[in-house]
Protein backbone atom coordinates (compact mmCIF):
# COMPACT_ATOMS: atom_id res chain seq x y z
CA UNK A 1 0.00 0.00 0.00
CA UNK A 2 0.91 3.50 -0.39
CA UNK A 3 2.39 5.67 2.21
CA UNK A 4 0.51 8.35 2.31
CA UNK A 5 0.31 11.56 4.85
CA UNK A 6 -2.43 10.98 7.70
CA UNK A 7 -5.78 11.08 6.03
CA UNK A 8 -7.13 14.67 6.80
CA UNK A 9 -10.84 15.16 7.05
CA UNK A 10 -11.44 17.08 4.29
CA UNK A 11 -13.98 18.85 1.55
CA UNK A 12 -18.01 18.29 1.49
CA UNK A 13 -20.33 18.38 -1.82
CA UNK A 14 -24.17 19.39 -1.32
CA UNK A 15 -26.78 19.51 -3.71
CA UNK A 16 -30.84 20.13 -2.74
CA UNK A 17 -33.11 19.37 -5.41
CA UNK A 18 -36.90 20.70 -5.49
CA UNK A 19 -39.07 21.25 -3.49
CA UNK A 20 -36.43 21.71 -0.98
CA UNK A 21 -35.20 24.19 -2.92
CA UNK A 22 -36.43 28.01 -3.57
CA UNK A 23 -38.17 28.62 -7.78
CA UNK A 24 -37.67 25.31 -9.06
CA UNK A 25 -34.24 25.01 -9.08
CA UNK A 26 -31.64 22.56 -8.18
CA UNK A 27 -28.70 24.14 -6.03
CA UNK A 28 -25.21 22.46 -5.79
CA UNK A 29 -21.99 23.10 -3.88
CA UNK A 30 -18.69 21.98 -2.44
CA UNK A 31 -15.44 23.62 -0.49
CA UNK A 32 -12.48 22.38 -1.84
CA UNK A 33 -10.33 21.24 1.22
CA UNK A 34 -6.64 20.84 0.28
CA UNK A 35 -3.23 21.74 1.46
CA UNK A 36 -3.43 25.65 2.62
CA UNK A 37 -0.70 26.88 0.21
CA UNK A 38 -1.76 25.45 -2.94
CA UNK A 39 -3.37 27.87 -5.59
CA UNK A 40 -6.79 26.71 -6.90
CA UNK A 41 -7.31 28.51 -10.10
CA UNK A 42 -10.39 29.40 -12.11
CA UNK A 43 -10.03 27.92 -15.93
CA UNK A 44 -12.49 27.75 -18.79
CA UNK A 45 -11.72 25.32 -21.84
CA UNK A 46 -14.34 25.96 -25.28
CA UNK A 47 -16.38 23.34 -26.89
CA UNK A 48 -14.14 21.65 -29.31
CA UNK A 49 -13.65 18.42 -31.95
CA UNK A 50 -11.60 16.12 -32.27
CA UNK A 51 -10.02 13.94 -34.67
CA UNK A 52 -9.49 10.54 -34.33
CA UNK A 53 -6.85 8.52 -32.89
CA UNK A 54 -6.07 11.92 -30.44
CA UNK A 55 -4.71 11.40 -27.42
CA UNK A 56 -5.24 13.49 -24.37
CA UNK A 57 -2.57 13.71 -21.68
CA UNK A 58 -4.57 14.15 -18.27
CA UNK A 59 -2.37 14.60 -15.09
CA UNK A 60 -0.13 11.23 -15.13
CA UNK A 61 -1.23 9.29 -18.17
CA UNK A 62 -2.32 9.57 -21.93
CA UNK A 63 -6.20 8.35 -22.71
CA UNK A 64 -8.08 8.52 -26.44
CA UNK A 65 -9.89 11.40 -26.70
CA UNK A 66 -13.72 11.99 -27.32
CA UNK A 67 -14.85 12.80 -30.95
CA UNK A 68 -16.14 16.29 -29.08
CA UNK A 69 -15.90 17.69 -25.93
CA UNK A 70 -18.19 20.28 -24.38
CA UNK A 71 -17.17 23.64 -22.97
CA UNK A 72 -16.50 23.49 -19.17
CA UNK A 73 -15.78 25.75 -16.49
CA UNK A 74 -13.28 24.20 -13.61
CA UNK A 75 -11.99 24.97 -10.02
CA UNK A 76 -8.60 23.03 -9.50
CA UNK A 77 -5.49 23.00 -8.06
CA UNK A 78 -2.99 24.53 -10.49
CA UNK A 79 -0.38 21.56 -10.98
CA UNK A 80 -3.14 19.19 -12.30
CA UNK A 81 -5.27 18.40 -15.18
CA UNK A 82 -8.75 17.51 -13.58
CA UNK A 83 -10.62 19.39 -11.42
CA UNK A 84 -11.63 19.19 -7.78
CA UNK A 85 -15.43 21.05 -9.02
CA UNK A 86 -17.05 22.56 -12.24
CA UNK A 87 -20.00 22.69 -14.32
CA UNK A 88 -20.21 21.99 -18.00
CA UNK A 89 -22.53 24.08 -20.99
CA UNK A 90 -25.28 21.27 -20.64
CA UNK A 91 -25.57 22.41 -16.55
CA UNK A 92 -23.99 19.52 -15.39
CA UNK A 93 -22.06 20.27 -12.36
CA UNK A 94 -19.59 17.60 -10.39
CA UNK A 95 -17.61 17.69 -7.11
CA UNK A 96 -15.02 14.91 -5.54
CA UNK A 97 -14.20 13.66 -2.35
CA UNK A 98 -11.47 11.78 -0.88
CA UNK A 99 -12.59 8.57 0.33
CA UNK A 100 -10.78 5.74 2.03
CA UNK A 101 -11.85 1.73 2.99
CA UNK A 102 -11.02 -1.69 3.16
CA UNK A 103 -9.56 -2.09 -0.53
CA UNK A 104 -5.84 -0.66 -0.29
CA UNK A 105 -5.17 2.42 -2.93
CA UNK A 106 -3.23 1.84 -5.69
CA UNK A 107 0.16 2.88 -5.97
CA UNK A 108 -0.03 2.83 -9.31
CA UNK A 109 -0.02 6.52 -11.59
CA UNK A 110 -3.40 6.21 -13.30
CA UNK A 111 -6.50 8.29 -13.43
CA UNK A 112 -7.06 10.99 -10.83
CA UNK A 113 -10.18 11.03 -9.50
CA UNK A 114 -10.07 15.06 -10.43
CA UNK A 115 -9.21 13.49 -13.77
CA UNK A 116 -12.22 11.39 -13.72
CA UNK A 117 -14.12 14.52 -12.66
CA UNK A 118 -13.15 16.61 -15.64
CA UNK A 119 -13.37 13.91 -18.67
CA UNK A 120 -17.48 13.63 -16.84
CA UNK A 121 -18.11 17.37 -17.67
CA UNK A 122 -16.19 17.05 -20.86
CA UNK A 123 -18.16 14.37 -22.44
CA UNK A 124 -21.51 13.84 -20.78
CA UNK A 125 -24.52 16.16 -21.39
CA UNK A 126 -26.46 14.75 -18.30
CA UNK A 127 -25.25 14.09 -14.88
CA UNK A 128 -26.27 10.12 -15.45
CA UNK A 129 -24.34 10.37 -18.68
CA UNK A 130 -21.36 11.68 -16.48
CA UNK A 131 -21.31 8.76 -14.32
CA UNK A 132 -21.61 6.05 -17.34
CA UNK A 133 -18.55 7.93 -18.98
CA UNK A 134 -16.45 8.00 -15.33
CA UNK A 135 -17.03 4.46 -14.67
CA UNK A 136 -16.38 3.59 -17.83
CA UNK A 137 -12.89 5.66 -17.90
CA UNK A 138 -12.68 3.81 -14.49
CA UNK A 139 -12.57 0.28 -15.61
CA UNK A 140 -10.28 1.31 -18.88
CA UNK A 141 -7.76 3.14 -16.83
CA UNK A 142 -8.11 2.65 -13.08
CA UNK A 143 -7.45 5.43 -10.38
CA UNK A 144 -4.39 6.22 -9.02
CA UNK A 145 -1.26 8.75 -8.36
CA UNK A 146 -0.05 11.48 -5.52
CA UNK A 147 -3.17 13.80 -5.27
CA UNK A 148 -0.50 16.22 -3.45
CA UNK A 149 1.74 18.41 -5.47
CA UNK A 150 4.38 17.16 -3.10
CA UNK A 151 6.90 13.89 -2.42
CA UNK A 152 5.23 12.89 -0.28
CA UNK A 153 2.11 10.22 -1.26
CA UNK A 154 -1.01 10.76 -0.71
CA UNK A 155 -3.52 8.81 -2.65
CA UNK A 156 -7.26 8.14 -2.28
CA UNK A 157 -10.05 6.26 -4.16
CA UNK A 158 -12.99 8.80 -4.75
CA UNK A 159 -16.71 9.55 -4.62
CA UNK A 160 -18.75 11.95 -6.69
CA UNK A 161 -21.82 14.10 -6.40
CA UNK A 162 -22.99 14.80 -9.80
CA UNK A 163 -25.94 16.89 -10.71
CA UNK A 164 -28.01 18.85 -13.82
CA UNK A 165 -31.06 20.54 -13.84
CA UNK A 166 -33.63 17.73 -12.93
CA UNK A 167 -31.47 15.37 -10.83
CA UNK A 168 -28.52 14.65 -8.92
CA UNK A 169 -26.22 10.85 -8.68
CA UNK A 170 -24.09 10.25 -6.35
CA UNK A 171 -21.28 7.80 -7.46
CA UNK A 172 -18.66 6.43 -4.56
CA UNK A 173 -15.68 3.63 -5.51
CA UNK A 174 -13.32 1.73 -4.13
CA UNK A 175 -10.57 0.92 -6.90
CA UNK A 176 -12.34 -0.32 -9.96
CA UNK A 177 -15.13 -1.07 -8.07
CA UNK A 178 -18.52 1.49 -7.46
CA UNK A 179 -22.03 1.55 -6.72
CA UNK A 180 -24.32 4.57 -7.18
CA UNK A 181 -27.39 5.89 -5.97
CA UNK A 182 -30.05 8.13 -7.39
CA UNK A 183 -31.08 11.50 -5.46
CA UNK A 184 -34.79 11.45 -5.26
CA UNK A 185 -37.90 11.43 -3.41
CA UNK A 186 -39.15 14.59 -1.13
CA UNK A 187 -35.97 14.55 0.92
CA UNK A 188 -34.90 16.25 -2.07
CA UNK A 189 -31.13 16.84 -0.07
CA UNK A 190 -27.98 15.44 -0.22
CA UNK A 191 -24.31 15.76 0.98
CA UNK A 192 -21.04 14.01 0.70
CA UNK A 193 -17.64 14.44 2.89
CA UNK A 194 -14.87 11.95 3.14
CA UNK A 195 -17.08 8.98 3.88
CA UNK A 196 -18.41 5.87 1.82
CA UNK A 197 -21.96 7.01 2.15
CA UNK A 198 -24.16 5.09 0.20
CA UNK A 199 -25.99 2.52 2.15
CA UNK A 200 -28.73 -0.54 0.54
CA UNK A 201 -30.17 2.25 -1.75
CA UNK A 202 -28.26 1.08 -5.11
CA UNK A 203 -29.36 2.29 -8.47
CA UNK A 204 -26.61 1.10 -10.30
CA UNK A 205 -23.76 -0.59 -10.10
CA UNK A 206 -20.10 -2.71 -10.91
CA UNK A 207 -21.75 -5.92 -12.01
CA UNK A 208 -18.83 -7.80 -9.93
CA UNK A 209 -19.23 -5.25 -6.92
CA UNK A 210 -20.91 -8.14 -4.36
CA UNK A 211 -19.13 -11.08 -5.62
CA UNK A 212 -16.06 -9.17 -5.03
CA UNK A 213 -16.66 -8.29 -1.50
CA UNK A 214 -17.98 -11.95 -0.92
CA UNK A 215 -14.57 -13.15 -1.99
CA UNK A 216 -12.87 -11.19 0.27
CA UNK A 217 -14.80 -11.92 2.99
CA UNK A 218 -16.59 -8.83 3.83
CA UNK A 219 -20.00 -9.94 2.89
CA UNK A 220 -21.37 -13.00 3.21
CA UNK A 221 -24.10 -12.82 0.66
CA UNK A 222 -26.73 -13.35 2.56
CA UNK A 223 -27.61 -10.04 4.50
CA UNK A 224 -28.78 -7.36 3.06
CA UNK A 225 -26.04 -5.70 0.68
CA UNK A 226 -24.62 -2.41 2.43
CA UNK A 227 -22.14 -0.56 0.39
CA UNK A 228 -20.84 1.69 2.99
CA UNK A 229 -20.84 -0.90 5.54
CA UNK A 230 -19.27 -3.71 3.60
CA UNK A 231 -16.71 -1.57 1.55
CA UNK A 232 -15.53 0.48 4.74
CA UNK A 233 -15.75 0.63 8.34
CA UNK A 234 -18.54 2.94 8.59
CA UNK A 235 -21.66 2.48 10.83
CA UNK A 236 -23.96 3.12 8.78
CA UNK A 237 -26.89 3.59 11.04
CA UNK A 238 -24.62 6.32 12.95
CA UNK A 239 -23.59 8.42 10.17
CA UNK A 240 -25.60 10.64 10.19
CA UNK A 241 -25.71 11.33 14.24
CA UNK A 242 -21.97 11.42 14.90
CA UNK A 243 -19.89 14.73 15.24
CA UNK A 244 -18.43 14.26 12.04
CA UNK A 245 -18.17 16.66 8.85
CA UNK A 246 -20.35 14.40 6.88
CA UNK A 247 -23.26 14.50 9.86
CA UNK A 248 -22.67 18.29 10.24
CA UNK A 249 -23.53 18.84 6.87
CA UNK A 250 -26.76 16.92 6.62
CA UNK A 251 -27.90 18.75 9.33
CA UNK A 252 -27.03 22.49 7.69
CA UNK A 253 -29.01 20.56 4.47
CA UNK A 254 -31.98 19.83 6.76
CA UNK A 255 -32.19 23.04 8.61
CA UNK A 256 -32.45 24.83 5.72
CA UNK A 257 -35.14 22.34 3.39
CA UNK A 258 -37.83 23.81 1.89
CA UNK A 259 -36.25 27.36 0.99
CA UNK A 260 -32.70 26.41 -0.11
CA UNK A 261 -31.39 28.68 -2.75
CA UNK A 262 -27.81 30.35 -3.71
CA UNK A 263 -27.32 32.13 -0.71
CA UNK A 264 -27.80 29.28 1.77
CA UNK A 265 -25.61 27.25 0.05
CA UNK A 266 -23.04 29.91 0.28
CA UNK A 267 -23.97 30.32 4.49
CA UNK A 268 -23.50 26.66 4.69
CA UNK A 269 -19.96 26.78 2.88
CA UNK A 270 -18.71 29.80 5.10
CA UNK A 271 -19.76 27.97 8.44
CA UNK A 272 -16.82 27.39 10.30
CA UNK A 273 -18.10 26.06 13.39
CA UNK A 274 -19.67 22.69 11.40
CA UNK A 275 -15.63 22.24 10.28
CA UNK A 276 -17.28 22.38 6.90
CA UNK A 277 -15.18 25.85 6.20
CA UNK A 278 -12.10 24.35 7.23
CA UNK A 279 -8.96 25.91 8.54
CA UNK A 280 -5.39 24.81 9.55
CA UNK A 281 -2.48 23.00 7.16
CA UNK A 282 -5.50 21.47 5.27
CA UNK A 283 -8.29 24.55 4.60
CA UNK A 284 -10.81 25.72 1.93
CA UNK A 285 -9.09 26.79 -0.49
CA UNK A 286 -11.67 27.24 -3.29
CA UNK A 287 -15.39 26.96 -3.20
CA UNK A 288 -18.24 26.37 -5.82
CA UNK A 289 -22.54 27.08 -5.96
CA UNK A 290 -24.49 26.65 -8.63
CA UNK A 291 -28.02 27.49 -9.60
CA UNK A 292 -29.44 24.63 -12.30
CA UNK A 293 -32.60 26.05 -13.13
CA UNK A 294 -35.10 23.13 -14.13
CA UNK A 295 -36.48 25.64 -16.50
CA UNK A 296 -34.47 25.03 -19.92
CA UNK A 297 -35.16 28.78 -21.41
CA UNK A 298 -33.45 30.10 -18.29
CA UNK A 299 -29.63 29.75 -18.10
CA UNK A 300 -27.51 27.76 -15.46
CA UNK A 301 -25.36 30.21 -12.88
CA UNK A 302 -21.96 29.32 -11.45
CA UNK A 303 -20.18 31.04 -8.44
CA UNK A 304 -16.80 29.93 -7.63
CA UNK A 305 -13.91 32.30 -5.61
CA UNK A 306 -10.92 31.03 -6.65
CA UNK A 307 -9.73 32.34 -3.51
CA UNK A 308 -9.21 30.57 0.32
CA UNK A 309 -11.66 30.57 3.17
CA UNK A 310 -15.12 31.58 1.99
CA UNK A 311 -15.72 33.59 4.64
CA UNK A 312 -13.70 36.27 3.29
CA UNK A 313 -14.03 35.46 -0.61
CA UNK A 314 -16.21 36.60 -3.38
CA UNK A 315 -18.87 34.25 -5.25
CA UNK A 316 -18.73 35.04 -8.88
CA UNK A 317 -20.98 34.63 -11.05
CA UNK A 318 -19.84 32.81 -14.15
CA UNK A 319 -22.95 31.89 -17.38
CA UNK A 320 -21.90 29.78 -20.54
CA UNK A 321 -22.40 32.04 -23.71
CA UNK A 322 -20.59 31.78 -26.67
CA UNK A 323 -17.20 33.28 -27.39
CA UNK A 324 -15.96 33.87 -22.96
CA UNK A 325 -13.72 35.91 -22.48
CA UNK A 326 -10.12 33.73 -21.21
CA UNK A 327 -10.52 33.76 -17.11
CA UNK A 328 -7.02 35.48 -17.09
CA UNK A 329 -6.61 36.72 -13.69
CA UNK A 330 -7.71 33.24 -12.16
CA UNK A 331 -5.41 31.37 -14.32
CA UNK A 332 -2.12 30.81 -12.80
CA UNK A 333 1.60 30.29 -14.66
CA UNK A 334 2.21 27.31 -16.84
CA UNK A 335 5.66 25.52 -17.49
CA UNK A 336 4.74 23.31 -20.42
CA UNK A 337 7.10 20.36 -20.25
CA UNK A 338 9.72 22.07 -17.77
CA UNK A 339 6.40 21.67 -15.27
CA UNK A 340 7.80 19.26 -12.10
CA UNK A 341 4.86 17.16 -12.47
CA UNK A 342 5.63 16.57 -15.51
CA UNK A 343 9.61 15.46 -15.15
CA UNK A 344 10.78 12.31 -13.78
CA UNK A 345 11.11 11.67 -10.75
CA UNK A 346 7.86 14.26 -10.20
CA UNK A 347 7.96 17.27 -7.67
CA UNK A 348 11.70 17.54 -7.11
CA UNK A 349 10.76 21.88 -7.02
CA UNK A 350 7.46 23.59 -6.69
CA UNK A 351 6.91 26.94 -8.50
CA UNK A 352 5.28 29.73 -7.91
CA UNK A 353 1.77 28.99 -8.96
CA UNK A 354 0.08 31.85 -7.81
CA UNK A 355 -2.73 33.59 -10.47
CA UNK A 356 -3.47 37.40 -10.17
CA UNK A 357 -6.51 37.21 -7.84
CA UNK A 358 -5.17 35.48 -5.44
CA UNK A 359 -1.71 37.22 -5.27
CA UNK A 360 -4.44 40.48 -4.08
CA UNK A 361 -6.65 38.26 -2.18
CA UNK A 362 -3.59 37.06 0.04
CA UNK A 363 -2.01 40.68 0.44
CA UNK A 364 -5.66 41.79 1.52
CA UNK A 365 -5.99 38.34 4.50
CA UNK A 366 -2.87 39.98 5.60
CA UNK A 367 -4.69 43.47 6.41
CA UNK A 368 -7.82 41.67 7.50
CA UNK A 369 -5.77 39.76 10.36
CA UNK A 370 -3.63 42.97 11.09
CA UNK A 371 -5.49 45.75 10.77
CA UNK A 372 -9.51 45.02 12.42
CA UNK A 373 -10.52 48.24 10.67
CA UNK A 374 -9.35 48.34 7.47
CA UNK A 375 -10.36 44.09 7.05
CA UNK A 376 -13.82 45.21 8.47
CA UNK A 377 -14.12 47.84 5.72
CA UNK A 378 -12.52 45.56 2.89
CA UNK A 379 -14.81 42.69 4.22
CA UNK A 380 -17.85 44.91 3.90
CA UNK A 381 -16.89 46.10 0.42
CA UNK A 382 -16.74 42.62 -1.03
CA UNK A 383 -19.68 41.31 0.57
CA UNK A 384 -21.66 44.45 -1.28
CA UNK A 385 -20.34 43.74 -4.50
CA UNK A 386 -21.04 40.06 -3.95
CA UNK A 387 -24.86 40.98 -3.07
CA UNK A 388 -25.01 42.76 -6.25
CA UNK A 389 -24.07 40.21 -8.09
CA UNK A 390 -26.05 38.19 -6.94
CA UNK A 391 -28.90 40.56 -7.54
CA UNK A 392 -28.10 41.25 -10.40
CA UNK A 393 -28.29 36.73 -11.42
CA UNK A 394 -31.51 36.81 -9.39
CA UNK A 395 -33.05 39.66 -12.07
CA UNK A 396 -32.19 37.49 -14.90
CA UNK A 397 -33.24 34.43 -13.31
CA UNK A 398 -36.87 36.29 -12.75
CA UNK A 399 -36.95 37.92 -16.19
CA UNK A 400 -35.63 35.51 -18.15
CA UNK A 401 -33.56 38.25 -20.33
CA UNK A 402 -29.64 37.60 -20.21
CA UNK A 403 -26.83 40.36 -22.18
CA UNK A 404 -25.16 38.16 -24.04
CA UNK A 405 -22.64 40.79 -24.46
CA UNK A 406 -22.41 41.23 -21.01
CA UNK A 407 -22.07 37.26 -20.10
CA UNK A 408 -18.92 37.11 -22.58
CA UNK A 409 -17.01 39.45 -19.44
CA UNK A 410 -19.32 39.09 -16.62
CA UNK A 411 -16.90 36.21 -14.35
CA UNK A 412 -13.44 38.22 -15.57
CA UNK A 413 -15.63 42.05 -15.29
CA UNK A 414 -15.90 40.36 -11.07
CA UNK A 415 -12.84 39.81 -10.71
CA UNK A 416 -11.43 42.69 -11.84
CA UNK A 417 -14.06 44.33 -9.26
CA UNK A 418 -13.03 42.50 -6.34
CA UNK A 419 -9.06 43.22 -6.92
CA UNK A 420 -9.72 47.13 -7.08
CA UNK A 421 -11.71 46.80 -3.91
CA UNK A 422 -8.66 45.20 -2.68
CA UNK A 423 -6.49 47.94 -3.81
Known sequence: MASRTTEPCSCDTFVALPPATVSSQVVFGKNSDRPSDEVQEIVYFPAADHKAGDKLECTYIEIEQAAKTYAVVLSRPSWIWGAEMGANEH????????????????????????????????????????????????????????????????????SFLIADRKEAWVLE???????????????????????????????????KMRDYAKSKGWWDGEKEFDFAAVYSYVNTARMTTSRGRYCEGYKLLNKHKGDISAETMMEILRDKESGINMEGG????????????????LPCIHFFTGTPDPDRSVFK?????????????????????????????????????????YKQHESAAVVMETSKEKGREMLEQIRKLEREKMSMMESILQNGCLD????????????????????
Not at 284 to 297: A, E, Y
Open 282 to 297: FMTTGSMVSILPQDHN
Open 91 to 158: GVCIGNEAVWGREEVCDNEALLGMDLLRLGLERADTAENALTVMVDLLEKYGQGGNCMESQMVFTYHN
Open 404 to 423: VNEAVNLFSQCVEEEINTYA
Open 173 to 207: TSGKYWAAEKIEGTGGVRNISNQLSITTKIDREHP
Open 317 to 357: PFIFVPNITQLLKTSSPTFGHEDPVKKQPRFLTKPDRRHEL
